[in-house]
C-alpha cells in the first residue's frame, strides 16, 4: 500500500523565501505543501485547521514568535512535527525550543538537500539540528549524566553553553584559558558522538546534562 504524502505548511514572513521552499519541496514526490503562513499567528491557525505532518516555522516571525508559536501548539497538544528555520541560533534557545516540543532545527544558510533530510528525519521520529539526527541513545532515553564519562569541568562547561556563552566568555567565567575551553569541548564531542553547539545543546536538553 502506498505512503500518504508527507503534508507540510511553510510559515515565514518573507513570500521571496517561502516561494523558494514551495519550488524545492514541489521536487519530491511524496512531499506536498498544503498551506502557506506569513506570520505567527496565522501559523497557529493553519496548523489548528490543516493538521499538517510538519510545520516549517521561521524563528523570527511577525505579530506571534516563533518560539511563542511553539508554546501555544504545546499548549493545545498539538502533534505536528515542527522544524524551526532559522539564520542563527544560541546554544541556549535550541534547549527552549526543544522543552517546547520543537523536533528540529534547519539554519537557513544550510544545503537544501538538509531541509529534506531533515523533513524526513523528523516524520520517522528522530531529532535533527544542523545536519544530523540525534543518536537514538538519547531519543530512547537509555542514558543518564552518571554514565557518560563527563567529568565535572566539562558539566560547568555544558552548563555555560546553555546559557548561551561564548568560548571566551566561558574562560573568564571559569578562570581558564580559550585553548582549555576548546580542548574541553573536543573531549565532550568525541564523549557524546557530536560534532556541534547546537548538537550539544540538544543533547544538554533531552539528557538534562549541566548544572541546575
Known sequence: MEKPPIRIVIADDHAIFRDGLRRLLATVEDFVVVGEASDGKEAIALATELKPDVLL???AMPRVP????????AHQGMAVRTILLTAAIQPFAVTSALQLGARGIVLKASPPEMLLKGI???CEGQFWVGSETVPPWVRSGQSSPGNLGLTSREIEIISAIKEGNSNREIASKLAISEETVKRHLSNIYSKLGISSRLELAVLASEQHLGLD
Open 57 to 59: 516555522l521561521d524563528l
Open 66 to 73: 516563533g518560539m511563542e508559536v511553539l508554546r501555544e501548539m
Open 120 to 122: 524526513r528525519a523528523v
